[in-house]
Every structure is written in structure tokens, then in C-alpha cells.
């Protein structure tokens, strides 16, 4: 299974509708702490909707708790950010890869950049910046999905196999 990892997210808006499309999508989800808000936040529970309690969410208390894990577990790490080394279009997934996005105020810290197995980017128009990270999230995540077979449903079942940490 695919997971999408959001380091110490900083807008909930942003993270409950990440969380809301991997719920949808069967993606599980890893929150690298510390957030900057707190799951009753109103902007979190409002872009998340109900869907919040559909997906299958780790929290982990720092970022080397959850670098530990996901070797442990023999998970890839593949890093999106702005200036990653292959451009999505080129890059490959693999079953089991968790896609790791930084803060939306300031991407990942240097171990965290150092621990990825590889990286990868969005290719944009010269002289704009970057996406959203909700938006960039969906667009990594659905690639990585059509490349692993992985979209729930295709074989007419509904593919409800997540669990809950």
C-alpha cells in the first residue's frame, strides 16, 4: 500500500483535505509531528469533513520515530519537493512507497531531506514558484496510484482494507 507522510504540517486545511483524498483513494496517511494545530481545529474538521474518520492516519512524534519505522517496515521514502531530483513524469513508484511533503512554510529539515531514498518534483512554467501542497500531494499520489495499479475499486470491489494506528 501506498502512504502519504505530511511533515509537521502547518495549515489544517491543507492536512484534512490530504487526509480526506487518502481516505477516499486508500491511501494510508503519516502525520510527522509536531503539527501546528490540533485535530479539533475547526479548519482541519471542516476541509476533512467525515472523511477524517475513513482513513487510516500513524501519527509519530518526530521525524526519527518515523524514519525508524518505515525501515523497520522496508518502506521507500521518496521525497516531493520543489527542486527534487526526477521529475514526476520520469520518476517510478514502487508498492509500498511513502511520499514525504514538507511544512507548507518551510519543506523538511535537513535530516529528514538526507534520509530520503530519492526525490522527486513537479514540473512547472520557469519563474513560479510552487503548488499547494494539497494539490501537489493529489497529483504525486494519483500518478503513483496509475504506475502501482493501486486505484481502489478498478476490479469492481470496493477495496476497504485500510486500518486505523
Do not use: K
Not at 480526506?20 to 510527522?32: F, H, K, Q
Not at 531514498?117 to 514540473?123: A, E, G, K, Q, V
Amino acid at each position: 500500500m501506498l502512504r502519504l507522510a505530511l511533515f509537521q504540517p502547518d495549515i489544517p486545511q491543507n492536512t484534512g483535505t490530504m487526509i480526506r483524498m487518502a481516505a477516499c483513494l486508500g491511501l494510508a496517511v503519516d502525520i510527522v509531528e509536531p503539527a501546528a494545530f490540533d485535530v479539533s481545529d475547526r479548519h482541519f474538521r471542516r476541509s476533512g469533513m467525515d472523511y477524517l474518520e475513513r482513513a487510516a492516519v500513524a501519527r509519530h512524534d518526530s521525524f526519527a520515530t518515523f524514519d525508524q519505522w518505515r525501515r523497520e517496515h522496508g518502506h521507500r521514502l521518496v521525497l516531493a519537493e520543489t527542486d527534487g531530483a526526477i521529475p514526476l513524469p520520469d520518476f517510478h513508484f514502487q508498492p509500498g512507497d511513502i511520499v514525504l511533503l514538507g511544512r507548507e512554510s518551510a519543506g523538511v529539515t535537513a535530516e529528514a531531506r538526507a534520509a530520503a531514498d530519492t526525490s522527486l518534483h513537479i514540473p512547472m512554467r520557469t519563474g513560479l514558484r510552487s503548488l499547494n501542497v494539497a494539490l501537489a500531494a493529489a497529483m504525486v499520489m494519483g500518478e503513483a496510484l496509475r504506475q502501482t495499479g493501486g486505484f481502489p475499486g478498478r476490479d469492481g470491489t470496493d477495496d476497504d482494507h485500510l486500518e486505523t494506528r
